[in-house]
């Protein structure tokens, strides 16, 4: 070979090795241009290189072809080359030169070979880095997963480009209903137009990522967070443009404006933000769309605490019942109470309205019940023995319960093993507004009736549920919520709905019980409409059982 050529090749193969190991990147035009020049030194006509994932996608032809110089005139093959890397990665290349060519020489050969093992191997880990960074940050799907979105927030860190950008969790809503009536592929195309749509708004200044099923992250500027909220609230997406048939697809989401302030430490620290307000808005607790802040924390951590405390509470019996009585206006006398739960914990009184919404939740409520049940059949027992004057009392049962195939023989086991007369225990139920709570109330009241356990339908009038709960299932009692008795403030139409309800009450047999009364003028009210027993401050507010037995004691109240 001769001495310029042999320099040339030098130069060339040094140019092309640069180009390779870049650390500032690859550059596949200068790349190209080596190539060229090589190719035209040794007479090579064209170059063809090919890469394949796997044995059998190279079997099928399913990989990439470059051919990266070709003058129109290869003709023969001059070198072919195959390596199958350690991961089971094939990458091809072919040397073609002109028919009438002179063949390369033993030194020429040697050279031009060893350029073309140096390209195969560095393809091949080109390639598998590509195909390390598709499955690394990219789900099966093709869309760019969580660990995409976790390195996009560090490499944002890393240009202090963090704070004061917005980052959103949303997850589609009632996506599995549309895959079930448009099926499945027809939805995958909606999920992909949906998240292009997304995409493009934010542009190229954000991300938007899956990270599971119909969930999905993204990060953006505060200047385009309303036109992103805009498509989460509802946008309609074609799923099939010859029939023109679309659906809607709207989301809840979770928002964290990133503030000033913020110090990012890692990157979980965001994701973890506006996942937990993501399943907020889930929850429709709070709206379809809810905002991370502090507070929301606080309260979080604030009702961990109280589960966390109430399984405590119930060890250590810090659960008591309360009696408030039931009072016959006309005699005074106490005719029956509702039992009622407090929490004394650590010598004070933790209002309801801070941990029974909290336990209404989950089946924690449904634990409370029992146990209040317990603990009110232990006081009647102990009455019984005690020879003490008795009267019904009444235990509220959470909606909670209805799902429960075995409430009925765990009410009753609970009752018989404290052997408490079934007469003295009634069970209180919320009206409902669904069909299912509606037949499950049916079979427990059913069931309690042939028990001998009274039933009352608790704060009627304040639901939605029609007159069939009344008509259909055999109810002891009708107790009319507070908000249903007329006042000063809402007499009118109030008066009138009242005075027809407790008339048709007691037109079928049922014992009419009003609470919340706390005036006399509302005592007379109920005695100008027959309604017989009274509930309410007017009398008493819930007493601690000793308190309670006191007043039974007493015989009866002197301020009617």
């Not at 995409?148 to 963090?162: F, G, P, V």
């Not at 909606?190 to 969930?215: P, Q």
């Not at 924390?297 to 966390?308: N, Y």
């Not at 609470?515 to 003028?521: A, D, K, S």
Request: charged letters at 30%; a negative charge.
């Amino acid at each position: 070979m001769e001495k310029n050529k042999e320099q040339k090749y030098n130069l060339l193969f040094e140019q092309m090795i640069d180009c390779m190991t870049n650390p500032n990147g690859f550059d596949r035009e200068d790349f190209v241009e080596i190539l060229k020049e090589i190719c035209e030194l040794f007479n090579i006509s064209k170059g063809v290189t090919e890469f394949y994932k796997s044995l059998s996608a190279e079997k099928d032809g399913q990989g990439e072809i470059m051919v990266d110089y070709d003058n129109g005139k290869g003709d023969k093959v001059a070198i072919y080359r195959r390596i199958v890397t350690p991961s089971m990665a094939v990458v091809k290349s072919t040397i073609y030169m002109a028919a009438d060519s002179e063949p390369l020489s033993d030194d020429e050969y040697r050279k031009v070979d060893i350029i073309l093992r140096a390209m195969l191997s560095f393809i091949s880990r080109n390639r598998l880095q590509t195909v390390v960074e598709n499955l690394g940050y990219y789900d099966e799907s093709g869309y760019p997963n969580l660990s995409n979105y976790m390195r996009y927030l560090d490499q944002m860190n890393e240009k202090d480009c963090i704070r004061g950008n917005v980052a959103v969790y949303y997850n589609l809503r009632h996506f599995s209903l549309i895959n079930q009536e448009i099926g499945r592929i027809a939805a995958d195309k909606v999920m992909r137009s949906y998240f292009e749509t997304v995409k493009a708004v934010i542009g190229d200044n954000g991300l938007v990522c899956r990270v599971g099923g119909d969930n999905f992250v993204l990060f953006c500027s505060k200047e385009i967070l309303r036109s992103v909220l805009f498509i989460l609230d509802g946008f309609p997406v074609t799923y099939d443009t010859e029939n023109e048939k679309r659906v809607m697809i709207s989301a809840y989401a979770g928002v964290f404006v990133i503030p000033d302030d913020f110090v990012y430490e890692r990157p979980g620290e965001i994701v973890g933000r506006i996942i937990a307000s993501g399943q907020d808005a889930k929850s429709e607790r709070s709206g379809t769309v809810v905002y991370y802040s502090e507070k929301s924390i606080a309260e979080k951590e604030k009702l961990m605490r109280i589960r966390v405390d109430f399984s405590e509470g119930i060890k250590k019996g810090e659960f008591k019942a309360y009696y408030q009585p039931k009072v016959d206006i006309n005699s005074g006398r106490i005719v029956g109470a509702e039992a009622l739960c407090r929490w004394v914990k650590n010598g004070k009184i933790v209002p309801p309205i801070e941990f029974i919404p909290i336990l209404e939740q989950n089946t924690d409520i449904c634990q409370l019940d029992y146990y209040m049940l317990d603990a009110v059949c232990k006081d009647i027992r102990r009455w019984l023995n005690e020879k003490k004057q008795i009267v019904r009392v009444s235990v509220n049962l959470s909606r909670k319960h209805l799902i429960d195939i075995d409430l009925l023989e765990q009410l009753i086991k609970i009752i018989d093993k404290n052997k408490v007369p079934h007469r003295y225990i009634e069970i209180e139920l919320t009206e409902t507004t669904t069909d299912a709570e509606f037949l499950n109330i049916k079979r427990v009241v059913n069931g309690l009736r042939k028990e001998g356990i009274y039933t009352t339908v608790d704060d009627f009038g304040m639901g939605y549920s029609s007159l069939n709960l009344i008509r259909e299932i055999p109810w002891d009692v009708l107790k009319l919520d507070r908000n249903f008795i007329p006042s000063e403030e809402n007499f009118g139409v109030t008066e009138l709905m009242f005075r027809h309800v407790v008339a048709m009450a007691q037109a079928m047999g049922l014992e009419c019980v009003a609470e919340g009364v706390e005036t006399m003028q509302q005592i007379e009210l109920l005695r100008e409409n027959d309604c017989r027993i009274a509930q309410g401050f007017y009398f008493d507010k819930p007493l601690p059982a000793a308190e309670f037995e006191k007043r039974l004691a007493a015989g009866k109240y002197d301020n009617i």
